[in-house]
């Protein structure tokens, strides 16, 4: 496969979401909370010829790179767009058919160079969309082709994300019968009333049910839960909690709402027809209280926004993800991250002329890579000094000695047994501290 030509016209990413600047609290290190950290497909540029070849060069080099690896093939189905998705999803099952046959091509080129062919996997992630909408038959096919085509270790985890409005009880057994390990499943809050301002199909009452009937067939849970949602108050997002608790799913992502312009719930509120969102005051304060109950109820802290009973969930990330779809945009092969055309037609024309559909890509420098390597702080994951230098030849407060200086001062960071890491005061603060290193 090629890579695509660059295109003249291609519009500016998105970066405009709606962010509100309030002055700086008492007690407060930042005056705002951040949602996203540095590095996202956000901030990634056109594929410049340079890159390309470099990119191309790179996948007939061996991987050399022991760590851990996650294979992501991505569906971006869904029945119906909930009101504050901003996920580039499709609701046509007319294209279901042609899509997973270019997937599957790009999936099979991708498996076909050196630098894949030397890549183990350890995790294979199915995501999205909601993956759970295609058929019992295409899911097998899909799990099988992975399978067959990529080297996944024989201990690795599946994950496939699902939503409730199509988990049938047929679904959840196909799964659980394709060793399925871990279901990831967008909940968002249980409470009816806002489900329906955020156009969720299902009651709460079903979505519970679904959850039920999932760890009844063996599968482990990960629910999505969203946070200060419009006219929400402290005690529904503490009824979330609970009821998921109640539940004992595996793990919860809880994330904060981010509003985007384009949604339609972002224009129901500009409108009136729907309440504001809650300031960053009600937010953090939402998020503490997370914070100590799924402590207190043995749910810890990790990953991005997750609170977790799962000991994987702990250890060190993948250190690559090779993916591909559209909308997929997670993409790190070594020094390079990418993302995925996000139109499932151009994607699927891109695969019949044996191009690979990448829509951004990005080529780290050292310096990139060491702020990257930094980074793993805001995840949750400790930074090693020695590990560090051994990296790249420099000790962290070498590299950033105003930035740590900065963070410990303000007891954001902590070095215990020769790690950086993330302290409580600092852990609401992590996307934040992960702008830190960039010089924002
Ligand atoms: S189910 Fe998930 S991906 Fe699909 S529209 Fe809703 S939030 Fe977006």
Redo the contacts with the bound molecule.
Sequence with gaps: MQLPLISKNEPSIRRVFIKVYYSKHNGWPYNHIEHWPPMTYKDRGLPTPEKILNFIELLNTENNDNQSKELQPWLPF?E???SF?Y?T?NCEKDYVIPYILALKKVLNSYSKTNYVRSSIFNELYIG???PSVISNEEIVDLLEFCRANFNLNSDHITKFTA?TTNLSLEKIKTLSSNNISQLDI?IQTFNDSIRKNLLIRDSGRDAKEKLRLAKKNGLQISIDLLYNLPGQTLDQWLDDIKQAIELEVESVDCYPLDLYPDTTLAKKISTGEIPPINNQEIELKMYLEAYKIFKNNGYHPTCHNRFSRIREDFRKPASEVIGTGAGFFMGHINRFLYSDEEDIQKYILAAENDIFPIARLTNLSKEDEMRKAMMLIYIRVPVNRTSFKREFGKFPEQMFPRTLEKLSKEGLIEVQNGNIQLTEKGDPWRFNIAWEFFNK
């Design positions: 869904c119906g767009k909930c998705c996920f999803i999205g969309g909601s939503c967008g």
